[in-house]
């Protein structure tokens, strides 16, 4: 049995661990050279924590207002695009109550699943990418932000999840190099971090040794179909200069991961998925001491901090809308000036005001600033199964914020959904044939 897998992101890469430890024979098309999609710049979490949908209740009348705001977190660009007028109606409609209680035990079990999968790959000792499972730590300054905080909390601890409330002091004795200025904190045990730019090289290297077959440079540009299934996947490759058309055919599968670029793909096989891309920014910079000792998001700037033992990588934003290579400098600013409110002891952290001298920044902001396009379904819930009308096509895509969280599952059930297997857990919130 054959299997194609278009894309050679985090998603496309799991999903091909896991088919080819089934038997399959795999090839992943990948359009680059392997480290042009999302999956390198993210920010390593492996959150457990984030099982409430991005769709939910407050989340539009928020971004509506930060949408004024230059140096927010979150930005719509406005446009008359049928795609985006569908995808806002379709998140408008799920960002409800009932929508959050229904997807997140699916979303849970799924981001536990995962994360155990993905610690496996290192106790393995199939790969080694710095998993370490610290927990992570969403400070809150204010009492509206402590309230939402405890209402996750609540919902998490419902679902099993192991989370500690943190006054100030407890945060200043977990973090005492930079005593954070905050009101308190939760800590959600269940989080890990890894650091996502080695896990993909390796997860590269390791497929390979495996005798999974990546062909880079290889665009896919159509999808020939024949009764209902896929006969033909067509891709242009560059080689030595010049552009080559060719195809693979009669595969027994096809997976589509292609990111945020699924959504034109699946067109081409007569199939509908609502998605919009997300994009985000991150900073990396190298540090001979790392003061931070636990990965945190600052919850009333939406940034996140990864401490790696010599990195740190601060992150954030959500810029909804057609893909450009525009880098807005007040969102990045806005990222980078969140830090020190939270954490005053980084004005005199010598690698973070090398990383905030904004005019070097200005100067250097393609070689600096990395960005991702976050591949958004329309209510925040990943697309994972059998496509709606093509017997052969299988979608792996939409998982927003959380593509890492939830890759090595998604892979896994992928895997298991192939080859007609009882799945791991349920997957019928996850369908993508839901629209
Ligand atoms: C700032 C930021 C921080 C983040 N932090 C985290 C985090 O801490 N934890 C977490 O879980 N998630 C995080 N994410 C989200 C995560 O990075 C994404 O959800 C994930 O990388 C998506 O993976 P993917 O494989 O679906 O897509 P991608 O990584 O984008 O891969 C898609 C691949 O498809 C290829 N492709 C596209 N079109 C074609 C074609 N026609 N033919 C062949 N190949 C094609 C692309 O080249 C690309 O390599 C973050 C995202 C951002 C932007």
């Known amino acids: 049995m054959n299997a194609i897998i278009i894309g050679g992101g985090i998603i496309g890469l799991s999903t091909a661990y896991y088919l080819q430890q089934e038997g399959w024979d795999v090839t992943v098309l990948e359009r680059g050279d392997g480290t042009e999609g999302c999956s390198f710049g993210n920010m390593g979490y492996l959150s457990p924590s984030h099982f409430a949908p991005l769709a939910q209740p407050g989340i539009i009348s928020q971004g509506i207002l930060w949408m004024f705001k230059q140096k927010s977190p979150?930005?719509?660009?406005?446009?008359?695009?049928?795609?985006?007028m569908d995808w806002g109606m379709k998140f408008a409609r799920a960002c409800?109550?009932?929508?959050?209680?229904?997807?997140?035990?699916?979303?849970?079990?799924?981001?536990?699943?995962?994360?155990?999968?993905?610690?496996?790959?290192?106790?393995?000792?199939?790969?080694?990418?710095?998993?370490?499972?610290?927990?992570c730590i969403n400070y809150f300054q204010t009492a509206k932000y402590e309230k939402g905080e405890l209402d996750n909390v609540r919902m998490g601890r419902d679902l099993g999840l192991d989370i500690e409330m943190l006054d100030r002091a407890q945060c200043q004795a977990l973090e005492p190099e930079l005593l954070p200025d905050v009101r308190g904190a939760a800590w959600y045990k269940d989080d890990a971090i890894l650091y996502p730019n080695e896990l993909m090289r390796q997860l590269f290297?390791?497929?390979?040794?495996?005798?999974?077959?990546?062909?880079?440079?290889?665009?896919?540009?159509?999808?020939?179909?024949?009764?209902?299934e896929i006969s033909a996947v067509r891709y242009r490759k560059l080689s030595e200069g010049l552009t080559l058309s060719e195809a693979l055919t009669t595969p027994d599968l096809v997976v589509l991961s292609a990111g945020s670029w699924s959504q034109p793909l699946a067109k081409l096989a007569g199939e509908y998925l609502p998605m919009m891309p997300g994009k985000g920014y991150s900073m990396t910079v190298d540090v001979p001491h790392q003061p931070l000792r636990h990965p945190c998001i600052l919850l009333e700037a939406k940034v996140a901090i990864s401490p790696w033992a010599k990195r740190l990588r601060i992150g954030s934003t959500m810029e909804i809308g057609a893909m450009?290579?525009?880098?807005?400098?007040?969102?990045?600013?806005?990222?980078?000036?969140?830090?020190?409110r939270f954490f005053p002891a980084y004005t005199e952290d010598p690698a973070f005001r090398e990383l905030a001298d904004f005019q070097k920044l200005k100067e250097k902001m393609r070689e600096k600033v990395w960005f991702g396009y976050r591949p958004l379904s329309a209510d925040g819930v990943p697309y994972i199964g059998f496509a709606k009308k093509t017997k052969n096509l299988m979608i792996a895509t939409g998982h927003a914020m959380l593509g890492l969280s939830f890759a090595a599952?998604?892979?896994?059930?992928?895997?298991?959904?192939?080859?007609?297997?009882?799945?791991?857990?349920?997957?019928?919130?996850?369908?993508p044939g839901r629209y």
């Open 74 to 84: 979150f930005y719509v660009r406005p446009s008359l695009s049928w795609g985006l």
């Open 324 to 340: 450009n290579d525009r880098i807005l400098f007040p969102r990045v600013q806005g990222i980078l000036e969140a830090v020190p």
């Open 409 to 431: 599952g998604t892979g896994k059930l992928v895997a298991e959904m192939a080859g007609g297997k009882a799945t791991s857990i349920g997957v019928g919130a996850f369908d």
């Open 205 to 228: 290297n390791y497929l390979e040794k495996r005798g999974v077959k990546i062909i880079r440079n290889a665009e896919v540009v159509d999808i020939h179909k024949d009764k209902g």
């Open 96 to 135: 409800n109550a009932d929508h959050v209680k229904r997807s997140a035990k699916p979303m849970a079990e799924l981001l536990l699943l995962s994360r155990d999968l993905t610690a496996q790959w290192e106790t393995s000792g199939e790969m080694k990418f710095d998993y370490e499972q610290k927990g």
